[in-house]
Each structure stands twice: as C-alpha cells, then as structure tokens.
C-alpha cells in the first residue's frame, strides 16, 4: 500500500464513524509533514448545522493544532469531492494539495460540476489528484445510500 492509500484509508476510516451516525459517509485527514494533524467526518445532522462538513471540521482542527489558519505544507485526503462551500474553505486556508478518493456528480466543485480550484483566478492555487481508492470511496456511499433507502421505506 503506497502513502497516498495509507491516507485514504484513514479518512475513510472517518467517512464510516459518519456512516455510523447515518450522516452521508465522508472522510477527511489532512497530513502535515508525513503525519496525520487533523480528522473529520460529516456531523451535519447530529449538530444540526450545514457547515458541519468533514472539511471544514478537519481545516478547523487543523488551524488549532497549527495554531495558524494557513495550512500552507498541508495536504487533505478526503473520501468525496468537497462542494462549493468546502472547496473555499480549502482555498482561503492556503491547503498544498487535496487527494479525492471520489467525485460527486451532483455537488462537487472540484471539477464535477464546476471546478473552484482551476477556473477562478483565486491568490492560492490548490493541487489536485482524483481517484485515491475510488472503488471503496464509492462502495460506502453508495452502500449507505441504498441502507438509508430501506430504512426510510420500513419507516412508511
């Protein structure tokens, strides 16, 4: 397993605590300097809050651990194509790279439905690699989506 999995393995490992919580299953590390600094996963329904994205959650504790709001060395690894909100975020915080494990046809602003890191001329430029451990990133939503289904139907 290469370093990149290593990583993807991890915030998918995060992806199924919100799994777990029936929140939509994504995952988020962001690695600095070879080692893990910060975890998320999607808390949107347990605290009731939109901005409660795995993202967010991992750039926030990120900051604090660095006790700076740029993450210039930084790298996130994250299991779903962040959306619109969550690529800005990414942006503003100076991030060097994100890893995708799959992208979201319907939300995503990494080059799905729009793409905020190449077609605005934003001051911070975010490298971008697709693709990390698609099939299991893609696995466990699709998963959880076909769960969350048959629990909406028994509850008719």
């Known amino acids: 397993m290469n370093e990149k999995e290593q990583y993807m393995r991890e915030a998918l490992k995060e992806a199924k605590k919100a799994y777990d919580k029936l929140e939509i299953p994504v995952g988020a590390v962001i690695v ?4 893990i600094i910060a975890r998320g996963h999607n808390i949107k329904e347990e605290k009731k809050d939109t901005t409660k994205h795995a993202e967010i959650i991992a750039i ?3 900051s604090k651990k660095l006790d700076n709001w740029r993450l210039n060395d930084c790298e996130m690894y994250v299991t779903l194509e962040p959306c619109s909100m969550c690529a800005g975020a ?7 790279k994100v890893y995708i494990g799959t992208m979201d046809e319907k939300t995503g602003a990494c080059g799905s439905v729009l793409n ?3 077609d ?10 697709n693709g990390v451990l ?23």
């Open 116 to 118: 905020l890191f190449k």
């Open 32 to 35: 600095k300097d070879g080692k």
């Open 120 to 129: 605005y001329k934003f001051n911070h430029i975010v490298e971008l690699e």
């Open 60 to 62: 926030q504790k990120a």
């Open 90 to 96: 990414i942006i503003q915080s100076r991030m060097k």
């Open 134 to 156: 698609k099939e299991e990133c893609e696995k466990l939503l699709k998963g959880f989506f076909v769960e969350l289904r048959k629990l909406k139907k028994n509850m008719e």
